[in-house]
């Protein structure tokens, strides 16, 4: 795992794998902390980052590998953790996903609406999606792959 910390900032990049995952994060959880994150506020923050960073790994080129030695070769996550005073912004975005447009309209509908809570797929959205404050979907600069931009406000009442 590559890591970058300067200040607010902290970027992680790893090989797709979930046992990666889970370490990412461990890490991204810590440095909340570090900030002065309440605990409630962590949790959003671990429970929305697991959710992408597994989405990103079973769907962005990874093909679910759970362990490195399952990794497709080439196949990476790259997240991105900004941690304000009163708001922190993740961006999680995998190397090999495309991008589905009909994905990237129903993000825009803040209450959960678009997606089915009981349908097979997509429960995770759904909950990310009445969890954060802002949640948007786009193709990754630079080339191929997805990225999902999560802004989440919080403070002493977290």
Not at 34 to 60: P, S
Not at 110 to 130: I, K, Q
Not at 136 to 150: K, L, S, T
Request: negative net charge; charged residues 30%; glycine residues 14%.
């Amino acid at each position: 795992m590559r890591r970058e910390e300067d200040g607010s900032h902290l970027r992680l990049e790893f090989i797709a794998a979930h046992a990666v995952g889970r370490r990412a994060r461990t890490e991204l959880r810590e440095f909340g902390s570090q900030r002065g994150m309440t605990d409630r506020a962590l949790e959003t923050l671990e429970f929305v980052a697991g959710e992408l960073i597994d989405n990103a790994i079973d769907h962005g080129g990874g093909g679910g590998a759970r362990e490195v030695s399952d990794a497709q070769e080439g196949a990476q996550v790259d997240t991105h953790l900004h941690v304000a005073p009163d708001h922190w912004v993740l961006t999680v975005a995998d190397s090999g996903g495309e991008l589905d447009r009909e994905l990237q309209d129903r993000m825009g509908e803040s209450d959960g609406s678009a997606f089915d809570p009981l349908g097979e797929r997509g429960r995770g959205l759904f909950l990310l999606t009445t969890m954060v404050d802002a949640i948007n979907v786009c193709a990754r600069e630079g080339g191929r792959g997805v990225m999902f931009r999560v802004e989440k406000v919080h403070g002493a009442q977290d």
